[in-house]
Protein backbone atom coordinates (compact mmCIF):
# COMPACT_ATOMS: atom_id res chain seq x y z
CA UNK A 1 0.00 0.00 0.00
CA UNK A 2 1.41 3.61 -1.17
CA UNK A 3 1.27 6.27 0.86
CA UNK A 4 0.72 9.93 -0.91
CA UNK A 5 0.67 13.60 0.55
CA UNK A 6 -0.19 16.68 0.14
CA UNK A 7 0.16 20.41 1.09
CA UNK A 8 -2.88 21.50 2.70
CA UNK A 9 -3.90 21.02 6.64
CA UNK A 10 -7.10 19.02 7.11
CA UNK A 11 -10.08 21.14 7.36
CA UNK A 12 -11.70 21.22 11.37
CA UNK A 13 -14.97 18.71 10.43
CA UNK A 14 -16.09 16.77 13.44
CA UNK A 15 -18.15 14.36 11.21
CA UNK A 16 -14.95 13.10 9.18
CA UNK A 17 -12.60 13.75 10.97
CA UNK A 18 -11.11 10.10 12.02
CA UNK A 19 -13.54 8.45 9.83
CA UNK A 20 -12.78 5.85 7.59
CA UNK A 21 -13.70 5.82 4.15
CA UNK A 22 -12.78 4.17 0.68
CA UNK A 23 -12.50 5.99 -2.75
CA UNK A 24 -13.32 4.03 -5.64
CA UNK A 25 -11.69 5.31 -8.83
CA UNK A 26 -9.75 7.62 -7.03
CA UNK A 27 -7.51 8.46 -9.06
CA UNK A 28 -9.88 9.67 -11.49
CA UNK A 29 -10.58 13.62 -12.36
CA UNK A 30 -13.77 13.88 -9.74
CA UNK A 31 -11.60 11.17 -7.54
CA UNK A 32 -8.65 13.24 -7.21
CA UNK A 33 -11.25 16.54 -5.81
CA UNK A 34 -13.09 13.73 -3.60
CA UNK A 35 -9.75 12.72 -2.11
CA UNK A 36 -8.55 15.80 -1.25
CA UNK A 37 -11.67 17.22 0.33
CA UNK A 38 -12.00 14.30 2.74
CA UNK A 39 -8.42 14.33 3.41
CA UNK A 40 -8.82 18.03 4.58
CA UNK A 41 -11.80 17.46 6.47
CA UNK A 42 -9.75 15.14 8.90
CA UNK A 43 -11.33 11.19 7.36
CA UNK A 44 -8.65 8.50 7.00
CA UNK A 45 -9.05 7.89 3.31
CA UNK A 46 -8.05 4.58 0.81
CA UNK A 47 -8.56 4.86 -2.51
CA UNK A 48 -8.49 2.47 -4.84
CA UNK A 49 -8.01 2.61 -8.73
CA UNK A 50 -6.35 0.42 -11.79
CA UNK A 51 -3.48 3.26 -11.97
CA UNK A 52 -1.63 5.05 -9.07
CA UNK A 53 -2.60 8.65 -8.87
CA UNK A 54 0.00 11.11 -10.97
CA UNK A 55 -0.54 13.77 -8.11
CA UNK A 56 0.08 14.20 -4.59
CA UNK A 57 -2.12 14.84 -1.74
CA UNK A 58 -1.70 14.88 1.78
CA UNK A 59 -2.92 11.65 4.07
CA UNK A 60 -4.05 9.03 1.81
CA UNK A 61 -3.34 5.11 1.15
CA UNK A 62 -3.69 4.03 -1.96
CA UNK A 63 -3.94 0.22 -3.41
CA UNK A 64 -4.00 -0.41 -7.02
CA UNK A 65 -7.46 -2.63 -7.67
CA UNK A 66 -9.72 -2.89 -10.35
CA UNK A 67 -13.45 -3.15 -9.16
CA UNK A 68 -14.16 -6.16 -11.14
CA UNK A 69 -12.11 -8.29 -8.51
CA UNK A 70 -13.89 -9.49 -6.11
CA UNK A 71 -11.51 -9.96 -3.56
CA UNK A 72 -9.65 -7.07 -3.64
CA UNK A 73 -12.82 -4.71 -3.45
CA UNK A 74 -13.90 -6.62 -0.70
CA UNK A 75 -10.70 -6.30 0.99
CA UNK A 76 -10.46 -2.70 0.43
CA UNK A 77 -14.20 -2.53 2.00
CA UNK A 78 -12.94 -4.13 5.57
CA UNK A 79 -13.31 -1.55 8.30
CA UNK A 80 -14.68 1.29 6.24
CA UNK A 81 -17.50 3.20 7.54
CA UNK A 82 -17.83 4.99 4.29
CA UNK A 83 -18.06 4.55 0.50
CA UNK A 84 -17.84 6.69 -2.27
CA UNK A 85 -18.15 5.01 -5.03
CA UNK A 86 -17.13 6.68 -8.30
CA UNK A 87 -15.07 3.98 -10.54
CA UNK A 88 -16.94 3.90 -14.08
CA UNK A 89 -16.23 3.56 -17.52
CA UNK A 90 -17.77 7.09 -19.28
CA UNK A 91 -19.33 7.05 -22.55
CA UNK A 92 -16.43 7.01 -24.36
CA UNK A 93 -16.14 6.16 -28.36
CA UNK A 94 -15.01 2.59 -28.91
CA UNK A 95 -15.28 1.16 -26.05
CA UNK A 96 -16.16 -2.59 -26.19
CA UNK A 97 -19.54 -3.86 -26.03
CA UNK A 98 -19.02 -5.68 -22.63
CA UNK A 99 -17.25 -3.37 -20.89
CA UNK A 100 -20.03 -1.03 -19.80
CA UNK A 101 -21.85 -3.58 -18.15
CA UNK A 102 -18.62 -5.29 -16.60
CA UNK A 103 -17.47 -2.47 -15.26
CA UNK A 104 -20.70 0.14 -14.30
CA UNK A 105 -23.12 -2.91 -13.39
CA UNK A 106 -20.84 -6.17 -12.36
CA UNK A 107 -17.84 -3.70 -11.15
CA UNK A 108 -20.50 -1.70 -8.36
CA UNK A 109 -22.11 -4.89 -7.48
CA UNK A 110 -19.22 -6.10 -6.09
CA UNK A 111 -18.11 -2.62 -4.18
CA UNK A 112 -21.67 -2.88 -2.94
CA UNK A 113 -21.41 -6.65 -1.51
CA UNK A 114 -18.46 -5.64 -0.20
CA UNK A 115 -20.01 -2.51 1.83
CA UNK A 116 -22.52 -5.13 3.08
CA UNK A 117 -20.16 -7.85 4.08
CA UNK A 118 -18.26 -5.14 6.08
CA UNK A 119 -21.24 -3.69 7.45
CA UNK A 120 -20.23 -0.09 6.06
CA UNK A 121 -22.83 2.77 7.30
CA UNK A 122 -22.95 4.64 4.24
CA UNK A 123 -22.62 4.31 0.73
CA UNK A 124 -22.61 7.11 -1.96
CA UNK A 125 -23.13 6.33 -5.63
CA UNK A 126 -21.94 8.66 -8.31
CA UNK A 127 -24.53 7.89 -11.51
CA UNK A 128 -25.67 9.94 -14.45
CA UNK A 129 -27.77 12.11 -16.11
CA UNK A 130 -27.68 10.17 -18.76
CA UNK A 131 -29.81 8.06 -17.05
CA UNK A 132 -32.93 10.00 -18.40
CA UNK A 133 -32.10 9.74 -22.09
CA UNK A 134 -33.45 11.98 -24.23
CA UNK A 135 -35.46 14.78 -21.81
CA UNK A 136 -38.85 15.38 -22.80
CA UNK A 137 -38.84 17.51 -19.53
CA UNK A 138 -37.42 20.94 -18.46
CA UNK A 139 -36.31 20.79 -16.40
CA UNK A 140 -35.86 17.60 -15.12
CA UNK A 141 -36.25 16.35 -11.70
CA UNK A 142 -35.88 12.78 -9.84
CA UNK A 143 -39.46 11.87 -10.48
CA UNK A 144 -39.24 12.21 -14.33
CA UNK A 145 -39.21 9.28 -16.06
CA UNK A 146 -35.77 7.32 -16.86
CA UNK A 147 -35.11 6.47 -20.82
CA UNK A 148 -31.66 5.97 -21.15
CA UNK A 149 -29.71 6.23 -24.32
CA UNK A 150 -26.51 3.80 -25.61
CA UNK A 151 -24.56 1.33 -23.48
CA UNK A 152 -23.67 3.50 -21.25
CA UNK A 153 -26.73 5.47 -20.07
CA UNK A 154 -28.20 1.69 -19.33
CA UNK A 155 -25.50 0.39 -17.74
CA UNK A 156 -25.70 3.27 -14.90
CA UNK A 157 -29.20 2.71 -14.94
CA UNK A 158 -28.34 -0.67 -14.26
CA UNK A 159 -26.01 0.51 -11.27
CA UNK A 160 -28.49 2.58 -9.94
CA UNK A 161 -31.02 -0.89 -9.41
CA UNK A 162 -28.46 -3.18 -7.78
CA UNK A 163 -27.63 0.17 -5.39
CA UNK A 164 -32.01 -0.51 -4.69
CA UNK A 165 -31.13 -3.59 -3.98
CA UNK A 166 -28.60 -3.47 -1.49
CA UNK A 167 -31.16 -0.94 0.00
CA UNK A 168 -33.74 -3.88 0.98
CA UNK A 169 -30.55 -5.85 2.29
CA UNK A 170 -30.09 -3.20 4.88
CA UNK A 171 -27.54 -0.84 3.44
CA UNK A 172 -27.86 2.97 3.67
CA UNK A 173 -27.13 4.26 -0.25
CA UNK A 174 -27.70 7.85 -1.86
CA UNK A 175 -27.34 8.06 -5.68
CA UNK A 176 -26.23 11.14 -7.10
CA UNK A 177 -27.10 12.47 -10.80
CA UNK A 178 -24.38 14.84 -11.72
CA UNK A 179 -25.11 16.65 -15.22
CA UNK A 180 -21.71 17.10 -16.83
CA UNK A 181 -18.61 17.32 -14.30
CA UNK A 182 -16.71 20.24 -15.49
CA UNK A 183 -13.69 22.31 -13.91
CA UNK A 184 -9.84 22.47 -13.81
CA UNK A 185 -8.81 19.15 -15.17
CA UNK A 186 -11.65 17.99 -17.15
CA UNK A 187 -10.09 17.11 -20.85
CA UNK A 188 -11.73 14.32 -22.62
CA UNK A 189 -13.79 15.28 -25.23
CA UNK A 190 -13.49 19.12 -24.31
CA UNK A 191 -9.78 19.53 -24.70
CA UNK A 192 -11.43 19.41 -28.69
CA UNK A 193 -13.00 22.44 -28.13
CA UNK A 194 -10.36 23.96 -25.67
CA UNK A 195 -7.55 23.12 -28.72
CA UNK A 196 -10.24 25.14 -30.99
CA UNK A 197 -10.44 28.14 -29.62
CA UNK A 198 -6.69 28.54 -28.18
CA UNK A 199 -6.07 28.17 -31.87
CA UNK A 200 -8.52 30.54 -33.13
CA UNK A 201 -10.40 27.93 -35.29
CA UNK A 202 -14.17 27.81 -35.41
CA UNK A 203 -16.30 26.04 -33.53
CA UNK A 204 -18.64 24.07 -34.82
CA UNK A 205 -21.96 23.54 -32.85
CA UNK A 206 -25.08 21.27 -33.07
CA UNK A 207 -28.05 23.37 -33.79
CA UNK A 208 -28.32 27.33 -33.56
CA UNK A 209 -27.01 27.20 -29.62
CA UNK A 210 -29.85 28.35 -28.37
CA UNK A 211 -30.25 25.53 -26.12
CA UNK A 212 -29.64 24.83 -22.24
CA UNK A 213 -27.12 22.56 -21.78
CA UNK A 214 -26.02 22.38 -18.23
CA UNK A 215 -22.60 21.45 -16.71
CA UNK A 216 -22.17 20.70 -12.66
CA UNK A 217 -18.41 22.33 -11.13
CA UNK A 218 -16.05 19.61 -9.93
CA UNK A 219 -16.31 21.12 -6.45
CA UNK A 220 -20.04 21.71 -6.24
CA UNK A 221 -19.84 18.01 -7.22
CA UNK A 222 -18.07 17.11 -4.63
CA UNK A 223 -19.52 19.21 -2.14
CA UNK A 224 -22.96 17.39 -2.55
CA UNK A 225 -21.93 14.18 -2.54
CA UNK A 226 -20.36 14.37 0.86
CA UNK A 227 -23.50 16.59 2.22
CA UNK A 228 -25.45 13.64 1.18
CA UNK A 229 -23.07 10.87 2.44
CA UNK A 230 -23.25 12.21 6.15
CA UNK A 231 -27.00 11.49 6.21
CA UNK A 232 -27.86 8.26 7.51
CA UNK A 233 -31.21 8.08 4.93
CA UNK A 234 -30.79 6.17 1.23
CA UNK A 235 -31.95 8.82 -1.40
CA UNK A 236 -31.45 10.35 -5.00
CA UNK A 237 -30.32 13.66 -6.05
CA UNK A 238 -29.64 15.68 -8.97
CA UNK A 239 -26.91 18.05 -8.80
CA UNK A 240 -26.45 20.83 -11.50
CA UNK A 241 -25.35 24.52 -12.07
CA UNK A 242 -28.36 26.99 -11.76
CA UNK A 243 -26.47 30.07 -13.94
CA UNK A 244 -26.77 28.71 -17.34
CA UNK A 245 -26.91 30.67 -20.51
CA UNK A 246 -27.74 29.25 -24.00
CA UNK A 247 -25.11 27.33 -25.73
CA UNK A 248 -23.78 29.48 -27.98
CA UNK A 249 -23.46 32.58 -25.25
CA UNK A 250 -21.69 30.23 -22.86
CA UNK A 251 -19.24 29.27 -25.81
CA UNK A 252 -18.57 33.29 -26.58
CA UNK A 253 -18.23 34.20 -23.34
CA UNK A 254 -15.41 31.36 -23.30
CA UNK A 255 -13.98 33.11 -26.45
CA UNK A 256 -13.72 36.36 -25.11
CA UNK A 257 -12.31 34.74 -22.22
CA UNK A 258 -9.65 33.54 -24.20
CA UNK A 259 -8.93 36.59 -26.44
CA UNK A 260 -9.67 33.93 -29.49
CA UNK A 261 -10.58 34.99 -32.74
CA UNK A 262 -13.01 32.00 -32.76
CA UNK A 263 -16.15 32.06 -34.31
CA UNK A 264 -19.70 29.86 -33.34
CA UNK A 265 -20.95 28.74 -36.46
CA UNK A 266 -23.92 26.46 -36.58
CA UNK A 267 -24.10 23.01 -38.28
CA UNK A 268 -27.73 21.61 -39.36
CA UNK A 269 -28.69 18.77 -36.74
CA UNK A 270 -29.75 16.20 -39.52
CA UNK A 271 -26.22 17.03 -41.53
CA UNK A 272 -23.82 16.53 -38.42
CA UNK A 273 -25.51 14.08 -36.62
CA UNK A 274 -25.02 12.02 -40.44
CA UNK A 275 -21.88 13.16 -40.52
CA UNK A 276 -20.41 12.58 -37.18
CA UNK A 277 -22.36 8.75 -37.66
CA UNK A 278 -20.22 8.49 -40.85
CA UNK A 279 -17.20 9.39 -38.53
CA UNK A 280 -18.12 6.90 -35.68
CA UNK A 281 -18.96 3.80 -38.97
CA UNK A 282 -15.29 4.58 -39.73
CA UNK A 283 -14.21 4.42 -35.69
CA UNK A 284 -12.77 7.62 -35.87
CA UNK A 285 -15.74 9.56 -34.27
CA UNK A 286 -15.00 11.70 -30.69
CA UNK A 287 -18.62 10.99 -29.70
CA UNK A 288 -21.17 8.24 -29.39
CA UNK A 289 -24.36 8.02 -30.55
CA UNK A 290 -25.87 9.63 -27.25
CA UNK A 291 -23.84 12.20 -26.95
CA UNK A 292 -24.59 14.05 -30.42
CA UNK A 293 -28.37 13.04 -29.74
CA UNK A 294 -28.53 15.76 -26.99
CA UNK A 295 -26.48 18.30 -28.23
CA UNK A 296 -29.24 20.41 -29.41
CA UNK A 297 -31.48 19.82 -26.47
CA UNK A 298 -32.25 21.45 -23.17
CA UNK A 299 -30.57 19.88 -20.59
CA UNK A 300 -31.30 20.65 -17.38
CA UNK A 301 -31.98 19.24 -14.20
CA UNK A 302 -34.03 20.42 -11.03
CA UNK A 303 -31.70 20.60 -8.47
CA UNK A 304 -34.54 21.65 -5.78
CA UNK A 305 -34.69 18.41 -3.72
CA UNK A 306 -30.39 18.99 -2.91
CA UNK A 307 -31.09 22.22 -1.98
CA UNK A 308 -33.91 22.21 0.13
CA UNK A 309 -32.68 18.36 1.99
CA UNK A 310 -28.86 19.03 1.85
CA UNK A 311 -28.66 22.63 2.30
CA UNK A 312 -26.14 22.57 -0.68
CA UNK A 313 -25.80 25.32 -3.00
CA UNK A 314 -24.06 25.46 -6.77
CA UNK A 315 -21.49 28.15 -6.34
CA UNK A 316 -20.04 27.92 -9.75
CA UNK A 317 -21.96 29.21 -13.32
CA UNK A 318 -21.39 26.82 -16.18
CA UNK A 319 -19.21 29.60 -17.55
CA UNK A 320 -17.54 29.87 -14.97
CA UNK A 321 -16.94 25.67 -15.06
CA UNK A 322 -15.91 25.69 -18.66
CA UNK A 323 -13.54 28.80 -18.36
CA UNK A 324 -11.62 26.88 -15.32
CA UNK A 325 -11.28 23.77 -17.40
CA UNK A 326 -10.01 25.82 -20.18
CA UNK A 327 -7.50 27.50 -18.04
CA UNK A 328 -6.11 24.27 -16.77
CA UNK A 329 -6.15 23.07 -20.27
CA UNK A 330 -4.05 25.71 -21.39
CA UNK A 331 -1.77 25.72 -18.45
CA UNK A 332 -0.55 22.23 -18.79
CA UNK A 333 -1.47 20.97 -22.82
CA UNK A 334 1.38 19.22 -24.40
CA UNK A 335 2.03 20.51 -27.79
CA UNK A 336 1.37 17.79 -29.74
CA UNK A 337 -2.20 17.71 -28.95
CA UNK A 338 -4.52 14.90 -28.67
CA UNK A 339 -5.73 12.43 -32.39
CA UNK A 340 -9.21 13.84 -32.39
CA UNK A 341 -7.63 17.49 -32.91
CA UNK A 342 -8.96 18.09 -36.34
CA UNK A 343 -12.23 16.30 -36.05
CA UNK A 344 -14.36 18.47 -34.97
CA UNK A 345 -13.60 20.83 -38.25
CA UNK A 346 -14.70 17.73 -39.94
CA UNK A 347 -18.51 19.39 -39.10
CA UNK A 348 -17.32 22.19 -41.09
CA UNK A 349 -16.15 20.87 -43.52
CA UNK A 350 -19.43 20.63 -45.57
CA UNK A 351 -22.40 22.61 -46.27
CA UNK A 352 -26.31 21.68 -47.45
CA UNK A 353 -26.76 22.86 -50.52
CA UNK A 354 -29.42 24.50 -52.23
CA UNK A 355 -30.06 21.37 -54.24
CA UNK A 356 -30.25 18.83 -51.22
CA UNK A 357 -26.97 17.23 -51.62
CA UNK A 358 -23.88 18.26 -50.26
CA UNK A 359 -21.26 20.96 -51.24
CA UNK A 360 -17.64 20.74 -49.81
CA UNK A 361 -16.79 24.70 -48.69
CA UNK A 362 -13.53 26.22 -49.72
Known sequence: MARYFCGSKPMNNNFWKGKKVLVTGGTGFLGKY????????????????????????????????????????????????????????PSIARAKRTIYHDINVEGTRNVLEGALDHKVHKFLHVSSSTVYGIPDEFPLSEK???????????????????????????????????RVIMGAGRIGIFSILFDRVRRNKPIYIIGKGTNAFQFTNVSDMVEACIAAAERRQSDLFNIGSEEIL???????????????????????????????K????????????????????????????????????????NLESLIQAYDWYVGNIKEEGGQYRNILGVLGRFKHSQMGGFQKQP
Not at 53 to 59: K, Q, R, S, T
Not at 252 to 270: D, E, F, M, N, Q
Not at 280 to 307: C, M, W
Request: charged share 30%; proline share 5%; with cysteine.
Open 246 to 276: PVKEELAGLIRHAGSCSKVVSVAPWLARAGL
Open 34 to 89: MVEALCKAGAEVLAIDFRKPAWEIIGFDFREADIRDKEKVRDACRGMEVVFHLAAI
Open 278 to 317: ILSYAGISPLVDEQFSIADKNFKLDTTHAREVLGWRPRYS
Open 144 to 178: SPVHPLGKYGRSKLAAEDACREAVLRGLSVSIIRP
